[in-house]
């Protein structure tokens, strides 16, 4: 049986030795770090914040205009934020004139945490590049890391395969660098350093999510792990080590330029983001207004 003290000293000491295995934080002075409520990056900006308290941080939330669960998540980033003593950073997509469940009526429908994803992504980068943060730091842990990979395998998408990685290099003043300090704690981990720390954290899932495919993939990626104990470890360790690097080799390097609506890097005309942006404000306009 492990007390308390060990248990939170094994957690910080893992998250360090992954951060530094890594060379994540190397020339970064300031860094976002990404919150959403969930326990993950409260343990996420705990852990930083207490490992690394000579960096500048701040902590950035997007609120996604999610009825209830938002707000709920909002007021938990600010009291650990507070605790921890990191300056919280608040984007509402609303003020860009729709919400996240409006992606319900558009094809997304189907992905629309792909198209969620998509929209954190977008303004994380932009809010790194408007208070000029080296890197931006995610609460993506082992499960999520796994759950993506199996996905991308099973395709066989070796473009995307190739960027699930620890860190993701910046390019230019507008693309800043990823970083994923949990990215070998499981979700167990994470929850037991919330719960040993007194962390608070939102328990419930958002209400976008149930049934999705993403879901049923974590379920069976928790069978697997009931029945080959370690299969995580091993799928992740055989990623980085094995497959990475001559996925990278092979992969293609993209050309970037300034998207022509936002001036944010894209690979084409218009970023990814600007053409999801066009397509829910369609919706919107149909409906009347953002969330109706
Ligand atoms: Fe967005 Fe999906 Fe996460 Fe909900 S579960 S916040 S829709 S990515
Ligand atoms: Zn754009």
Not at 169 to 192: H, S
Not at 245 to 262: G, K
């Amino acid at each position: 049986m492990i007390c308390q003290a060990c248990l939170i000293d094994f957690y910080e000491k893992k998250v360090k030795s992954t951060v530094l295995k890594y060379g994540m934080l190397k020339g970064v002075r300031s860094l976002g770090v990404a919150v959403s409520g969930g326990k993950d990056s409260m343990a996420l900006i705990r852990v930083l914040s207490h490992l690394f308290p000579t960096i500048n941080m701040k902590a950035i939330y997007i609120h996604l205009g999610i009825p209830e669960y938002s707000d709920k998540c909002e007021v938990v980033a600010r009291k650990v934020c507070e605790e921890v003593g990191v300056e919280l950073i608040i984007h509402r997509v609303s003020d860009e004139g729709y919400i996240i469940p409006d992606f319900q009526y558009t094809p997304f429908k189907s992905r629309i945490c792909g198209a969620c994803g998509t929209v954190k992504r977008y303004h994380l980068n932009r809010i790194a590049y408007e208070h000029g943060l080296d890197a931006i730091a995610t609460g993506h842990n082992l499960d999520d890391t796994v759950e993506v990979l199996f996905e991308l395998y099973l395709r066989g998408e070796v473009d995307e395969i190739a960027r699930i990685r620890p860190v993701s290099p910046g390019i230019g003043t507008k693309m800043a660098a990823r970083i994923k300090p949990l990215i070998e704690m499981t979700e167990e981990e994470n929850l037991y350093y919330v719960d040993a720390t007194n962390t608070p954290y939102v328990e419930s899932w958002c209400p976008l999510v149930k049934g999705s495919r993403m879901m049923r993939r974590k379920e069976l990626i928790r069978m697997i792990e009931e029945k080959i104990p370690g299969f995580r470890h091993t799928f992740f360790k055989s990623h980085i080590k094995r497959f990475l690097p001559r996925l990278e080799e092979l992969s293609r390097h993209v050309q970037l330029r300034e998207c022509e609506i936002c001036g944010m890097p894209t690979t084409s005309n218009i970023c990814s983001y600007c053409r999801l942006r066009s397509r829910v404000l369609r919706v919107v306009e149909m409906y009347g207004k953002a969330g109706s």
